[in-house]
């Protein structure tokens, strides 16, 4: 029987990937997103609210994964600004619920934090340097990690920087923007 993987935020670039590769492991993949993608034709999936407590809980407990990836996010800074409230509940309290459930499911949970906890000032950071974020989606990244791991002492957090590639669903992708740029300009001429 394979291992089962659950990625909230699963539509996403870094999601999309993940599962990809996941499956390719031979992992069985469940991704939450807020809608089904075509290009990941074999993993699960299932609209979940993750602001929803209760909605997050019955889908671990119905699932029982051996392991969980925190994806979801409020990670557009000028959103996250506007939209504190929408920002927090993702970024934070959901974390935290999906810790928890994992912990109570002895289930491995990796929750994706961002570099943005800090300031940049000191060019290099290490793991136990402190956080000093410059924008809200940053505070609220630092924020959630603290639930996270109270939850789940064995929770993983990660504190990714600049992420390039392709995108195999959608998602915020450079690379795949300035390839979008590129080509219309070769056939612009």
């Not at 034709?41 to 209760?54: E, K, L």
């Not at 939209?83 to 109570?104: D, F, K, S, T």
């Not at 993983?156 to 992420?163: D, N």
Request: glycine letters at 8%; hydrophobic letters at 45%; one cysteine or more.
């Amino acid at each position: 029987m394979k291992s089962t993987l659950v990625v909230f935020g699963g539509g996403g670039f870094i999601g999309g990937n993940l599962c990809t590769i996941a499956l390719r492991g031979g992992w069985q993949v469940l991704t939450s997103s807020r809608r089904q993608h075509a290009a990941i034709p074999a993993a699960r999936w299932r609209q979940v609210d993750v602001t929803d407590a209760s909605a997050v809980q019955r889908l671990l407990a119905e699932e029982r994964p051996e392991a969980v990836v925190d994806l979801a996010a409020v990670a557009d800074i000028d959103r996250a600004q506007s939209e504190r409230e929408a920002a927090r509940a993702v970024n934070v309290e959901a974390a935290r619920v999906m810790a928890q459930a994992c912990a109570e499911l002895g289930a491995a949970f990796l929750y994706l934090s961002s570099d943005a906890v800090f300031s940049g000032a000191a060019g290099e950071y290490r793991e136990e340097d402190p956080v000093e974020p410059v924008n809200y989606y940053g505070e609220t990244k630092a924020e959630g990690e603290r639930p996270v791991l109270a939850a789940h002492p064995g929770a993983a957090v990660v504190r990714i920087s600049l992420a390039l590639g392709f995108p195999v669903t959608d998602g915020n992708s450079f690379l795949a923007a300035l390839d979008g740029t590129d080509r219309a300009r070769r056939q612009d001429r």
